[in-house]
């Protein structure tokens, strides 16, 4: 099924998102603006506009009629209840415009959506992909002061009022540092584009999976991984309904353990063809179906097994396994236990990482790896199990 790749760009002010979005409309892309549109929903003669009027009073208009910004803000600033009646009346109307422009954008384009507070604005579960651009703080104050004019006391309040670069981090797929020269940014947006927007792009309009070869590697534990856990949740639930139970489960899953850089995620099913009704829908979200029959192995039931479905993802960007299991299901009890036993016992992931360590010496494939494991798996369902009958564990909705 094809689904327009839609990326969201943001960055603090003075941090250049400005010039990374014109450097990717000239790879291609179709920037939709959100500060361009704010100003088109209140132009002269509009419907934004009136209700600005009939809310705030003609004193926020100009002498030719046009909205008076500077007026508008001083009548808002320091008032949450008026800042918040003016981005009823501008933000549905902006995010009606970006729909319209996004449907007419050609089938295979990737649409950019220039979003300065996307993130304070919790928008980022919304696209496929965030790129945030990213500028030491003295590097964005330097700019300014020498490119915009500010002093130095306003661009540092401008900069404050805004979130900070951790919170961009955490929402970010993709983050651009721009502390250099312009050549260097736009060989940055260069290789953005054609080593994973592109290939993302032609994946998702085709319904492909990235490809995990065959071959074998355990790294450190990254805390990365549970940051990118989190937005491919969010992200998932955002797509296909909040109350859907979505999970990070698996290695990268547990704070301090090895793993393959593989993120494994989890959605709760009531049944096997609910999961395959989301597959399209999943599709669009970024993260295709897994041709083939897949099990999990009913640990305690010699010979047993779950079936479950099985999707990946189609930005090569990540290497994700995104299981579909019945809630209730012994496969999916156990995920969540066997996180969870790990997570709270640290002699428990310690054991494991040991094994892993082991069994990564002895396999140079992520098969014959796998199957080595599994009496390790039957050994840890026997301590998760005791463990939760010990502490009154409970598998999380």
Same mark, same amino acid.
């Given at each position: 099924?094809?689904?327009?790749?839609?990326?969201?760009?943001?960055?603090?002010?003075?941090?250049?998102?400005?010039? #990374?979005?014109?450097?990717?409309?000239?790879?291609?892309?179709?920037?939709?603006?959100?500060?361009?549109?704010?100003?088109?929903?209140?132009?002269?003669?509009?419907?934004?506009?009136?209700?600005?009027?009939?809310?705030?009073?003609?004193?926020?208009?100009?002498?030719?009629?046009?909205?008076?910004?500077?007026?508008?803000? $001083?009548?808002?600033?320091?008032?949450?209840?008026?800042?918040?009646?003016?981005?009823?009346?501008?933000?549905?109307?902006?995010?009606?415009?970006?729909?319209?422009?996004?449907?007419?954008?050609?089938?295979?384009?990737?649409?950019?959506?220039?979003?300065?507070?996307?993130?304070?604005?919790?928008?980022?579960?919304?696209?496929?992909?965030?790129?945030?651009?990213?500028?030491?703080?003295? #590097?964005?104050?330097?700019?300014?002061?020498?490119?915009?004019?500010?002093?130095?006391?306003?661009?540092?309040?401008?900069?404050?009022?805004?979130?900070?670069?951790?919170?961009?981090?955490?929402?970010?797929?993709?983050?651009?540092?721009?502390?250099?020269?312009?050549?260097?940014?736009?060989?940055? *947006?260069?290789?953005?584009?054609?080593?994973?927007?592109?290939?993302?792009?032609?994946?998702?309009?085709?319904?492909?999976?990235?490809?995990?070869?065959?071959?074998?590697?355990? *790294?450190?534990?990254?805390?990365?991984?549970?940051?990118?856990?989190?937005?491919?949740?969010?992200?998932?639930?955002?797509?296909?309904?909040?109350?859907?139970?979505?999970?990070?489960?698996?290695?990268?899953?547990?704070?301090?353990?090895? $793993?393959?850089?593989?993120?494994?995620?989890?959605?709760?099913?009531?049944?096997?063809?609910?999961?395959?009704?989301?597959?399209?829908?999943?599709?669009?979200?970024?993260?295709?179906?897994?041709?083939?029959?897949?099990?999990?192995?009913?640990?305690?039931?010699?010979?047993?097994?779950?079936?479950?479905?099985?999707?990946?993802?189609?930005?090569?960007?990540?290497?994700?396994?995104?299981?579909?299991?019945?809630?209730?299901?012994?496969?999916?009890?156990?995920?969540?236990?066997?996180?969870?036993?790990?997570?709270?016992?640290?002699?428990?992931?310690?054991?494991?990482?040991?094994?892993?360590?082991?069994?990564?010496?002895?396999?140079?494939?992520?098969?014959?790896?796998?199957?080595?494991?599994?009496?390790?798996?039957?050994?840890?369902?026997?301590?998760?199990?005791?463990?939760?009958?010990?502490?009154?564990?409970?598998?999380?909705?």
């Amino acid at each position: 099924m094809q689904s327009m790749l839609r990326v969201g760009l943001t960055g603090g002010i003075g941090a250049g998102k400005s010039a #990374v979005a014109r450097r990717l409309a000239e790879r291609g892309a179709v920037i939709i603006d959100a500060d361009v549109l704010a100003r088109e929903v209140v132009a002269p003669g509009t419907d934004g506009l009136a209700e600005i009027v009939e809310v705030f009073g003609a004193g926020v208009l100009t002498a030719d009629g046009e909205l008076d910004r500077p007026a508008l803000g $001083a009548r808002v600033f320091g008032d949450e209840a008026a800042r918040r009646r003016l981005e009823k009346i501008i933000h549905p109307r902006v995010r009606t415009r970006t729909a319209e422009l996004t449907r007419s954008a050609a089938y295979d384009t990737i649409v950019v959506n220039d979003v300065p507070l996307l993130v304070e604005a919790g928008l980022a579960s919304s696209y496929h992909m965030v790129i945030v651009v990213l500028a030491d703080r003295e #590097v964005r104050l330097e700019r300014l002061t020498r490119l915009r004019g500010m002093s130095p006391a306003e661009a540092a309040a401008r900069i404050d009022a805004q979130t900070d670069d951790a919170s961009r981090r955490a929402a970010a797929d993709v983050v651009l540092e721009n502390e250099d020269d312009l050549k260097g940014l736009h060989a940055r *947006v260069d290789r953005l584009w054609s080593e994973r927007l592109t290939v993302f792009e032609r994946n998702l309009r085709s319904g492909r999976s990235v490809a995990k070869g065959p071959e074998l590697r355990i *790294v450190p534990s990254d805390p990365e991984w549970l940051r990118a856990g989190a937005r491919l949740t969010a992200r998932i639930r955002h797509g296909i309904g909040a109350d859907v139970g979505v999970h990070h489960i698996g290695s990268t899953a547990v704070p301090g353990l090895p $793993a393959k850089d593989i993120i494994d995620l989890m959605i709760g099913v009531r049944t096997l063809d609910e999961a395959d009704r989301l597959a399209g829908r999943l599709g669009e979200l970024g993260f295709p179906v897994r041709p083939g029959d897949w099990t999990d192995n009913a640990h305690g039931i010699p010979g047993g097994t779950w079936p479950k479905r099985l999707h990946g993802c189609a930005d090569p960007g990540y290497r994700v396994n995104l299981h579909l299991r019945v809630a209730g299901s012994p496969g999916w009890r156990f995920a969540l236990l066997m996180r969870d036993h790990l997570r709270a016992v640290p002699e428990a992931r310690d054991a494991y990482a040991a094994v892993k360590a082991r069994l990564a010496e002895e396999h140079d494939d992520r098969a014959g790896y796998a199957v080595a494991k599994d009496p390790w798996f039957e050994a840890e369902a026997r301590a998760a199990d005791d463990w939760a009958e010990a502490t009154g564990w409970q598998p999380a909705d």
